[in-house]
């Protein structure tokens, strides 16, 4: 049997972990919205016709932020559209991906399904067939608090209280052809500046003063992602790290915009092109290697300004999506509405593909400070419904909810002291230590030991594997065949944490003082 072994030490720490590393996505795409989490003729829905099964299971995956609207419909989206009197909204034609759009749900709407489900709403303005203008107009008619003619609006469609929504992407995926008001990095760039300045004007309480003018002006600049006053800005980074702008693309709109935003934006997609396990588990390795070229570009802009400001990395898309195909393959002529679309089925690989990208952001705590997984509900995403019936689990739906749950307080640095070396992670919540592991071996079990003597614990609280060797298995409605099971025999003896760790499994090793 193979064997590894790890010391963890309270001294050697990454950073704070961010929960906005378990956020997820919301668009208005295929039944997402409808029929996903809101279906005023489920028997399961209350008064505002969020479907409670699907609100449950959001609260147990234990997501944080949501992101919204978009996505490519972000980018020809009205925002005027979805607010006040539904009888009085526009139907309308969605070119992202060719359906039709109700308007039905909207802002406020999702305002409301985020207060409920206990999440924050993270927020995305339209850059393409809008731009500065329509991005300070969203943000005062959300954020400000009244007596101006948006923010009335506002109190007049029934909420006099402001959103206070703070985190924003400012566009999506503006590098990509598909994208509706795609434009060449510099001019995207020099947008996303403008749209920053003017929504910080609308929004921050301080964006007037002198300091802040000259810091945002003068290649200071500062990140306060923890400060509730100020906004926090993501500029779009490139859709992929194949698209052939890439790297470039990141400069160039970093050396735009520095001054201006906090966050620079990676969206990845998990494939599968040889169709093996091994090869497809390696998509966690080029995660990794994405993440560290993106934190070397933004650090190089940065020292081509001699400045101390770090730009953060919200991984604002990913998951696995490859087997269902691609919208243009299954959709409908003639403009349906929500239609099923990407509605990808998760196997045992899937779930070991995202605990271990959950890993991968764990250790990167110091610079990645959001991630969404894509999407939510039924759109290659952790929950499905059926319209009118049912809601479940997919398999990815358990790596995530467990990280989730221990996977919080600061990221631990693991030294690998000997045998194989494991996709490993931990973490340090007051008296808490968890540890996260991938098995990649798809037929031996991997015997762990890791140094934990300097940390003050005594019992295995949780120590929980999801995987199997039959790594095509997936859930369906009737069955989770991936809930987490136990790994027997889990202990912490010598001071050092012991537990075997099934064959293709991602694994979760929570300990506690005596
Ligand atoms: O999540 C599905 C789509 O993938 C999003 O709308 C887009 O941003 C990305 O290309």
Not at 175 to 180: A, K, L, S
Request: hydrophobic content about 40%; charged content about 25%; some cysteine.
């Amino acid at each position: 049997m193979a064997h590894a072994l790890y010391s963890l030490h309270p001294s050697f720490t990454i950073g704070e972990v961010d929960p906005r590393i378990y956020g997820s996505f919301v668009e208005h795409m295929g039944r997402c919205v409808y029929t996903g989490i809101f279906e005023p003729d489920h028997p399961s829905a209350d008064e505002n016709g969020f479907r409670q099964d699907v609100a449950e299971l959001v609260k147990e995956l234990g997501v944080t932020v949501v992101r919204y609207p978009g996505g490519n419909f972000v980018s020809g989206y009205n925002w005027e559209d979805g607010v006040g009197p539904v009888k009085d909204r526009p139907v309308r034609l969605d070119l992202a991906w060719g359906t039709r759009e109700p308007n039905t749900f909207g802002t406020n709407e999702f305002i409301d399904w985020c207060r409920q489900t206990e999440i924050e709403p993270m927020f995305a303005v339209n850059l393409g067939t809008r731009g500065i203008d329509d991005a300070r107009r969203f943000v005062e008619y959300c954020n400000h608090p009244g007596g101006t003619e948006l923010s009335d609006l506002r109190h007049e469609h029934g909420y006099p209280e402001p959103h206070g929504i703070k985190f924003w992407c400012l566009g999506n995926e503006m590098d990509g052809p598909w994208q509706i008001g795609a434009r060449p990095a510099r001019e995207y760039g020099r947008l996303a500046l403008q749209a920053a300045k003017v929504m910080r004007w609308v929004n921050d309480e301080l964006a007037h003063t002198r300091d802040y003018l000259a810091n945002m002006g003068q290649g200071g600049g500062r990140t306060q992602l923890d400060d509730d006053r100020f906004l926090t800005l993501a500029a779009c980074g490139s859709s992929n790290r194949e698209m052939k702008t890439y790297a470039r693309w990141e400069y160039d709109v970093l050396d735009e915009c520095f001054e201006a935003v906090d966050i620079i934006s990676l969206h990845t997609y998990f494939k599968n092109p040889e169709g093996t396990t091994e090869s497809f588990l390696e998509n966690i390795d080029r995660l990794d290697d994405y993440i560290s070229e993106v934190i070397a570009i933004a650090d190089a802009v940065a020292a081509t300004r001699r400045s101390p400001k770090r730009i953060m990395l919200s991984l604002d898309e990913w998951n696995v999506w490859y087997k269902s195909g691609h919208p243009v393959d299954t959709l409908d002529e003639g403009f349906p509405e929500h239609p099923p679309l990407i509605e990808e089925v998760f196997d045992a690989k899937d779930a070991m593909v995202v605990g271990g990208a959950l890993i991968v952001l764990l250790n990167h705590a110091d610079r990645v400070k959001a991630a969404c997984t894509a999407q939510l509900v039924n759109i290659i995403a952790p929950i499905m419904t059926e319209p009118g019936g049912r809601a479940w689990k997919q398999t990815i739906f358990h790596p995530f909810a467990l990280a989730s749950k221990y996977g919080r307080g600061t990221a631990l640095r693991a030294g690998h002291q000997d045998g194989a070396k494991l996709d490993f992670a931990a973490t340090r919540d007051g008296d808490r230590v968890t540890v996260f592991a991938l098995n990649r071996d798809l037929k031996e079990s991997c015997e762990l030991r890791v140094d934990v003597s300097g940390l003050g614990i005594d019992n295995v609280d949780v120590a929980l594997a999801v995987g199997n060797t039959d790594t095509e298995l997936t859930n369906t409605a009737e069955a989770d065949n991936l809930a987490p099971v136990n790994i027997e025999g889990a202990k912490i003896e010598d001071g050092h944490l012991v537990a075997s760790l099934p064959p293709a499994s991602w694994c979760v090793l929570s300990c506690l003082p005596g």
